[in-house]
């Protein structure tokens, strides 16, 4: 006959698995607004070169070119939600362990907010304005090294240093802390690592993430806290005692939220990725033809594609296919190639 253990008595202090908060929450932007709406539409003017002053004729100033913008639809995606029971009669047996509001938080600190933070880092990674590979594996020797390469390509870019904030997994950090820069450099600040900041380092807050929450094949990110933003809609929670059919607690939970870059601050988004045999791959950027004609050497890929002089990726006017629609001389073409599995390519400009 088969043993039958029971429980005969629960303690009052039940286990529960080891929680964090959010580590994306506080880093991103939050000047819009997803109020009564599902998408919002954002519009980047289009400034014009400066010209040399003419001092006679009629247009002294240059030719006037009426200012054009670039528009980009950030729409919700990520509608997730949750249920469950909690028995009246189990939970007495229990000794009431089972406390309902408490219950309610474990679910959302277990579940909701990891998946949340894991939704967000693993889109930061194929959003990036640069994503750059390395085969080489990233050491406490290079780490440095290689961060400042993304710090380097920000300044180039205008990036503002204010702001950013170096997002690592926990293995790249373990590297990072060992580099003879980063103990030369700052000391580590104090802060609760309930939000992740472990340190600074060139003037970067860094946030250390663990594996469970971090995209797959990345060594780190670079993130300007204006490049991009997470809005949460929805954070609806609700508790219904003795509800009908049930002689207990319903907990019930509903988060729509997603996580957007901006097109016109991309490049406040630096992803290294590692690219060494069987790890991630980066699809090679497409060529594309005279006649418009758009391929790649990678397989397998898919094209977006713009005429306007917008970039593909975040544009709205993006289009997809294999062929520009538009092919008058002077068309300005610019195509990346995605593919799932694999992080984008950079974007070729094309004049036909």
Same mark, same amino acid.
């Given at each position: ?48 070169? *400066? ?21 980009? !639809? ?28 408490? *219950? ?11 998946? *949340? ?16 590979? !390395? ?85 780190? *990110? ?49 992803? !290294?990725?590692n690219t060494a045999s069987g790890a991630g791959t980066i699809c090679e950027a497409p060529v594309v033809?005279?006649?418009? !004609? ?6 397998g890929v898919g094209f977006k594609y713009t005429t306007d002089g917008s970039d593909p990726r975040y544009?709205?006017?993006a289009k997809v296919g294999n062929a520009s629609d538009v092919t008058e001389s002077g068309t300005v ?20």
């Amino acid at each position: 006959m088969s043993a039958i253990n029971l429980h005969s008595k629960y303690a009052k202090e039940i286990q529960t698995r080891y929680t964090r908060d959010s580590l994306i929450n506080g880093h991103l932007s939050n000047d819009y607004s997803f109020s009564g709406v599902k998408t919002v539409r954002i519009s980047t003017p289009i400034t014009v070169p *400066m010209t040399d002053y003419t001092r006679t004729g009629t247009s002294r100033y240059g030719t006037p070119t009426e200012m054009e913008d670039i528009v980009q !639809e950030l729409t919700l995606t990520q509608d997730k939600s949750f249920t469950l029971t909690i028995d009246k009669g189990n939970n007495a047996d229990q000794n009431g362990v089972k406390e309902a509001g408490r *219950m309610l938080a474990l679910q959302i600190s277990e579940k909701a907010i990891p998946l *949340m933070d894991k939704y967000s880092f693993e889109r930061l990674s194929k959003l990036g304005g640069k994503i750059v590979g !390395e085969a080489t594996a990233i050491s406490k020797s290079n780490v440095c090294e290689r961060i400042t390469r993304g710090t380097t390509y920000m300044d180039d870019c205008e990036v503002p240093s204010f702001g950013r904030t170096l997002f690592v997994p926990s293995d790249t950090y373990a590297k990072l802390r060992l580099s003879e820069e980063f103990k030369a450099c700052e000391k580590l600040m104090d802060k609760s690592l309930t939000k992740g900041i472990v340190g600074t380092y060139d003037n970067m807050n860094v946030i250390k993430v663990p594996r469970s929450r971090w995209p797959e094949n990345v060594n780190f *990110m670079i993130v300007h806290k204006r490049a991009a933003c997470a809005p949460v809609k929805l954070n609806d929670t609700k508790f219904h005692k003795d509800p009908p059919g049930i002689s207990g607690a319903l907990l019930e939970g509903r988060q729509y939220y997603d996580l957007f870059v901006f097109g016109a601050k991309c490049d406040g988004v630096y992803v !290294e990725v590692n690219t060494a045999s069987g790890a991630g791959t980066i699809c090679e950027a497409p060529v594309v033809s005279a006649a418009g !004609e758009i391929s790649c050497t990678t397989s397998g890929v898919g094209f977006k594609y713009t005429t306007d002089g917008s970039d593909p990726r975040y544009s709205a006017s993006a289009k997809v296919g294999n062929a520009s629609d538009v092919t008058e001389s002077g068309t300005v073409v610019k195509a990346y190639a995605y593919k799932n599995g694999a992080f984008p390519s950079e974007v070729t400009t094309v004049t036909l």
